[in-house]
C-alpha cells in the first residue's frame, strides 16, 4: 500500500537553531515528491517538487533533499515566521497524490 | 494575479441538509481537486477532475458530490448522508502532470 510518514509530529527549536524534517514513502513508481507550507486556518502554500534520488531545491532557509527512500527538509537559522505545519506529498503512478499529516514546526525567539 | 477562491469561509450546516461548497481558479489548470482536512491527518482526496464534464471518485467520496460544467469551476456538495461532514475543505488546481497543487484558502464546515 502507497503510503507517506512525517516525522516528528511536532518540532520546537530557538530561533538560529537548524534542523531536518523527514518524510519517508513507500509507493511504486515515483513521479514526483512535493513539500508545502500551511499556516493555521490556510491552504498549503507550494515550496518545492523534486523528481529524482539526489535531487536538492532551495528557497531561502530551506532546503530540500530526495532519496530513493526519503526526503528531508532542512531549515537553516530558522526564524519564527518559519513556525508553520510542513506537508509532503508524492505522486506515484496513475494520478494519485497522498499527503503526508505533516510536522508542526514551532520557532521561538 | 491568478490563484484559487474558495467560498464561504466558514459554513454551518444543520442536520439533513446539504450545502454547496464553491471553488473558482483563474489559473487555466485543466485539474482539480476538492480534499478534506482533520485534525492529525494527511489531506484524502475527495474527488477530482482533469477535465471539464469529467470527475472522478477519490478515497472519501460517500456523501459528496461534485460538477465541473466550467473549466474554472469545481462546487462540491455535501450532501445529508455524509455523517461527519465537519472539517477544513480545501479546493486546489493544477496543470496535467507531475506539477505540485496551487491550493484555496479553505472552507471550514461545522455541523449545529
Known amino acids: 500500500e502507497d503510503q507517506v510518514t512525517q516525522s516528528p509530529e511536532a518540532l520546537r527549536l530557538q530561533e538560529g537553531e537548524s534542523s531536518s524534517l523527514n518524510c519517508s514513502y513507500t509507493?511504486?513508481?515515483?513521479?514526483?515528491l512535493f513539500w508545502y507550507r500551511q499556516d493555521p486556518g490556510k491552504g498549503p502554500e507550494f515550496l518545492f517538487t523534486?523528481?529524482?534520488a539526489g535531487e536538492e531545491k532551495e528557497k531561502e532557509r530551506l532546503k530540500a533533499t530526495l532519496t530513493k527512500k526519503e526526503s528531508f527538509l532542512h531549515i537553516t537559522a530558522p526564524k519564527p515566521e518559519d513556525s508553520a505545519t510542513y506537508l509532503c506529498?508524492?505522486?506515484?503512478?496513475?494520478?494519485?497524490?497522498?499527503f503526508g499529516a505533516g510536522t508542526r514546526l514551532f520557532v521561538k525567539a | 494575479d491568478g490563484g484559487i477562491t474558495q467560498s464561504p469561509k466558514y459554513l454551518f450546516r444543520k442536520e439533513g441538509q446539504n450545502v454547496t461548497l464553491s471553488c473558482e481558479q483563474n489559473?487555466?489548470?485543466?485539474?482539480m481537486y476538492w480534499y478534506r482536512q482533520d485534525p492529525g491527518q494527511g489531506l484524502r482526496l475527495i474527488y477530482y477532475?482533469?477535465?471539464?464534464?469529467?470527475?472522478q471518485k477519490g478515497d472519501i467520496a460517500e456523501g459528496y458530490s461534485v460538477s465541473r460544467e466550467k473549466k474554472e469551476s469545481f462546487p462540491l456538495t455535501v450532501t445529508s448522508a455524509q455523517k461527519n461532514p465537519t472539517a477544513f475543505y480545501l479546493c486546489?488546481?493544477?496543470?496535467?502532470?507531475?506539477?505540485?497543487?496551487?491550493f484555496g484558502s479553505g472552507t471550514r464546515l461545522t455541523v449545529v
Open positions: 489559473l487555466n489548470h485543466d485539474a
Open positions: 477532475s482533469q477535465i471539464v464534464n469529467d470527475f
Open positions: 523534486l523528481y529524482s
Open positions: 486546489a488546481s493544477s496543470r496535467t502532470g507531475e506539477y505540485g497543487y496551487t
Open positions: 509507493v511504486s513508481g515515483l513521479r514526483g
Open positions: 506529498a508524492v505522486q506515484a503512478g496513475g494520478f494519485k497524490t497522498i
